[in-house]
């Protein structure tokens, strides 16, 4: 496998982080102009939050992103020290902001780790476990915490001639299916039989309207074989860790939002189980968007999920959720990344 450099710098592009500023604060101000009930008065609402549940939002998303570090260096067996795996991490972070969900970050951390000194092969085995992890966690997870809510997880739309909460469902249904075969297919391919996956997908690729993408299939195919040799013979003492803290991880991310929730409304815990699960079914929305990082898709439906636990709330909610959970890892990205092509690119040509 040859990694297109030129195309990995083109998504690792500094400048890139004002598209999704620009489309994110785009649909701000609309929702400001088209909503009677966001005005001065409500911004100035920001200053009604909790500081302690504030500071247990910032403490849990920070913890979330040290899961992530730990992570990497579980997943790769330390080869990366702290410091390369915070860099791995913000840098592939913002690959993912400045992406659109559905293509996300793969490719770029592949890459990165690839110039980190991680041979490409493991490189792949490694990108390919934490996808498959996150994965699995939503597979398996989604489904106990909806029981525990209960039902009450589709949200009634104030815009009833959208029946959004019924087409909200079919799509969470639909996604879950395709993400629930996917995940299974993916494991079975890199952890029982890589060269069965291989050979079922080149006779895809044979079909006469697919046969023009047969080569990179058979690519595909040798990554799979490749990340699959790189796995193998891996130990529990290995898996347990890195599966513990991906559900660490991924309920750190939801948790988030629960304490900024908290941060204007006293919830019971039934409540808080909602607020949890909802968020379950709003990433499937933002992971099949079209605009990079979910940048107005994550902002519209976050009014529609949350306005019952937020009276008056929700505009200043939406707004500090986002600029936790992703404009910092844009402004991150951009310093990170010039000192990163330093480090890795520069100072290897000093060294020869």
């Not at 529990?236 to 629960?258: E, G, K, Q």
Request: avoid cysteine; glycine fraction near 6%; aromatic fraction near 18%.
């Amino acid at each position: 496998m040859k990694i297109d450099n030129k195309k990995i710098f083109e998504t690792l592009n500094p400048n890139k982080i004002w598209v999704p500023v620009i489309i994110g604060l785009g649909i701000v101000f609309l929702m400001f102009y088209l909503d009677p009930s966001v005005n001065a008065k409500t911004l100035r609402g920001v200053f009604d939050a909790s500081f302690i549940a504030i500071f247990v939002a910032i403490v849990v998303i920070f913890f979330r992103d040290l899961g992530y570090v730990y992570r990497i260096r579980a997943v790769t067996d330390k080869q990366l020290t702290w410091t390369r795996a915070i860099y791995v991490i913000i840098l592939w972070e913002f690959a993912s902001a400045v992406t659109p969900s559905v293509v996300g970050g793969s490719a770029v951390a592949i890459f990165i780790l690839n110039k980190e000194g991680i041979k490409l092969g493991k490189a792949i085995s490694y990108v390919m476990v934490t996808a498959i992890l996150d994965n699995l966690f939503f597979v398996i997870g989604a489904p106990i915490i909806l029981f525990f809510a209960q039902g009450n997880i589709f949200p009634e739309s104030r815009v009833m001639e959208m029946k959004l909460g019924k087409s909200l469902e079919i799509l969470f249904w639909s996604s879950y299916g395709l993400y629930a075969i996917y995940s299974i297919v993916m494991a079975a391919a890199l952890f029982y039989r890589p060269r069965v996956f291989k050979w079922l997908l080149l006779k895809l690729y044979s079909i006469k309207w697919l046969l023009k993408w047969k080569h990179s299939a058979n690519e595909y195919g040798n990554q799979i074989i490749d990340a699959s040799k790189e796995l193998k013979g891996k130990k529990w003492n290995y898996w347990l860790p890195i599966i513990a803290v991906t559900i660490f991880i991924w309920s750190s991310r939801y948790l988030m939002l629960n304490a900024l929730v908290a941060a204007y409304e006293s919830l019971s815990i039934s409540e808080h189980v909602i607020v949890f699960a909802r968020q379950v079914i709003m990433w499937i929305v933002m992971m099949i968007s079209p605009t990079p990082g979910s940048s107005g898709t994550a902002e519209f439906f976050f009014a529609q999920f949350f306005t019952e636990f937020l009276t008056g709330y929700t505009f200043v909610t939406s707004i500090l959720w986002r600029m936790l959970s992703y404009y910092p890892y844009l402004i991150l990205g951009a310093i990170f990344l010039p000192r990163w092509i330093k480090q890795v690119f520069f100072k290897k040509k000093e060294e020869l």
